[in-house]
């Protein structure tokens, strides 16, 4: 009976709890820097989704140790739907495929709202390398071993160029760098040849001649730069990382505020004006129940750990 007695008065809290959500403003952790892919696009959505909850939506950025620093402070946060955390696969793919002993499960320390959807990724060169193509791209690299220089500025980037050189048997240099910004600066000014990056600054350097886009990671052509075939069109239906986004809230969030920010998110998402831009930095909205964004993320759990162990990128 004290169980069951229990059970209901914790149920009768958290629908009273649910009942009176929200009555303050709501922070968005968010685990890159400002000016970011990450950070744009919560601020594309964030706004109108506290318009829609009737409270501001604050965003905190918390870059640093591969999402590890703002996955721990939303993990650490009160259970009550005041503190949600934008977390990627830097966080939740990247970060439980190359450690040992990762410090939080994506899965258990964390409750599921909605994915928001994936990040634009596209194959940039440097002019400077005499290709139009990524087979011309692949014949230049095999005909100049170890002469091209590529860089990586996030997990994505890293893990999808290592896939990309091994299923084509390429030998470059890696050059990695912290972050897309320093990374564009040398792609743009011939530092480096080569990267797989999110478009910030260089969607504008593609449309001026100064750089090629020769494919994009998103399933259909973005928009922003549809020259760009799919990486499927462009013949390089082998790779696998999905870079995404999604929303998370600590664990033993209450389910009623869980559906209260998905449902209002799903709505925000579907705005045109919203959709447009996300359009401006290449981003595919997408929103989920749930269940749906923990059965991605076991997904593509799988996905990084294995294509981790084919690079040859060992736990450490």
């Known amino acids: 009976m004290r169980r069951i007695l229990a059970g209901v008065l914790a149920a009768l809290f958290c629908v009273s709890v649910s009942a009176q959500y929200p009555n303050k403003p709501i922070r968005l952790i968010v685990p890159f820097p400002p000016g970011g892919a990450a950070e744009l696009g919560a601020r594309i959505y964030a706004q109108p989704l506290g318009q829609a909850l009737g409270q501001p939506i604050i965003i905190e950025t918390k870059p640093g140790g591969d999402g590890v620093i703002a996955a721990d402070a939303a993990m650490k946060a009160p259970a009550d739907g005041y503190t949600l955390f934008y977390a990627t696969n830097t966080a939740f793919s990247w970060v439980p495929a ?26 940039f060169t440097h002019p400077s390398v005499p290709v139009n193509s990524v087979t ?20 994505t980037s890293m893990l999808t160029t290592a896939q990309f050189a091994l299923l084509e048997k390429l030998n470059m240099v890696h050059i990695p760098y912290k972050g897309d910004a320093p990374l564009s600066i040398d792609l743009v000014g011939g530092r480096i040849q080569m990267a797989f990056a999110t478009p910030g600054t260089l969607a504008p350097q593609v449309k001026e001649g100064k750089l090629r886009a020769l494919a994009t990671l998103l399933p259909s052509r ?13 013949g390089l239906a082998g790779l696998t990382i999905t870079p995404w986004g999604g929303i998370f809230g600590p664990a033993k969030l209450p389910r009623p505020i869980a559906d209260r920010v998905g449902r209002e998110l799903a709505v925000v998402l579907k705005r045109p004006e919203v959709l447009e831009a996300f359009q401006r930095i290449a981003f595919e909205a997408r929103s989920s129940t749930p269940e749906e964004l923990t059965a991605f993320v076991k997904e593509q759990l799988e996905v990084w750990r294995r294509t981790a162990r084919e690079v040859g990128i060992k736990p450490e």
Not at 99 to 114: C, E, G, H, K
Not at 116 to 122: A, E, N, P
Not at 136 to 155: C, D, F, I, T
């Open 98 to 123: 190359v450690r040992r002993n990762p410090p939080y499960d994506p899965l258990t320390d964390f409750t599921p709202v909605s994915l928001v959807g994936t990040f634009g990724f596209f194959l």
């Open 136 to 155: 011309e791209l692949l014949a230049y690299v095999r005909a100049n071993p170890g002469k091209l220089n590529y860089g990586s500025g996030n997990s």
């Open 222 to 234: 973005s928009p922003l730069l549809p020259d760009a075939p799919t990486a499927a069109e462009a």
